[in-house]
């Protein structure tokens, strides 16, 4: 029997084992991926957790894609509008008819926040294993968008997301922080400065806050997706600690 590592975990894992596990279990509504098994249309992310016994929060859909692709299931993008055929990664747009490339923007397929608000979130203060990949994040903070960014540079989403959840008084490489700070009346001019700006008592507040948020990503395959994503879902919706 095939064993995969999902999440950190060693888990035994045949096609049977999927298909017995999920006989009786109701499927979800299908944000983006699904999979058929035995008939049922199903979210990946609930076809692997339920299968491999690992919560959906520890793990993501590209891995619940792999592992079920590796078992002979066929993993299938279920955004509506979109047609079959090649199938993007997140955080990519499906590949673009002429009409959508001349400027059609109802023929783009793309994702959108709603793919975004879809995804699974992880408390900032429990974030465990954060893929190196690029991708495109989003703070929520009591289920409202309060900050959306990309991770376009060496190291990925795992640097980026660091540099946001550093704890240190130095916020000068982070605008989400930053831009916490500026609510609490710190201005922009001091937290800019590299160098330890805030005192105790401000400190404390800035990480208060954004204790209290989740985050949540879809992952890109390139520089440009990510770009591109990010591009997309500001022009959607520009969450209010997202400045520019």
Known sequence: MPTFRIAGHDVALSADDVRRRLRGV???PVQVWSVEIESHIYPVVQALEVASGVPRGETRSVRAREVL???GFEPRFDRPG?????????GQAP?????ARSGDAAGMGALSWKSMDSQPRTSVVRVGKV??????????????????GRAASAG?????????LDRSADLSWSAFRRNVAEKFGIPTSLTRLHRESLNSTQLGRVNA??????VAWIECDSVAAAKKLESRLKSEFMPPLTKR
């Not at 806050?209 to 989740?214: G, M, N, S, T």
Request: aromatic share 12%; charged share 30%; proline share 9%.
């Open 26 to 28: 109701l499927p979800e």
């Open 69 to 71: 692709a590796k078992l």
């Open 82 to 90: 979109v047609p079959t055929g090649r199938q993007p990664c997140e």
């Open 95 to 99: 590949e673009l008819t002429s009409e």
């Open 131 to 148: 893929p190196p990949s690029y991708g495109v994040y989003a703070f929520y903070r009591a289920n409202e968008r309060v900050y959306v």
């Open 156 to 164: 990925g989403l795992k640097k980026r997301l660091k540099m946001h």
């Open 209 to 214: 806050w954004i204790d209290d948020c989740d």
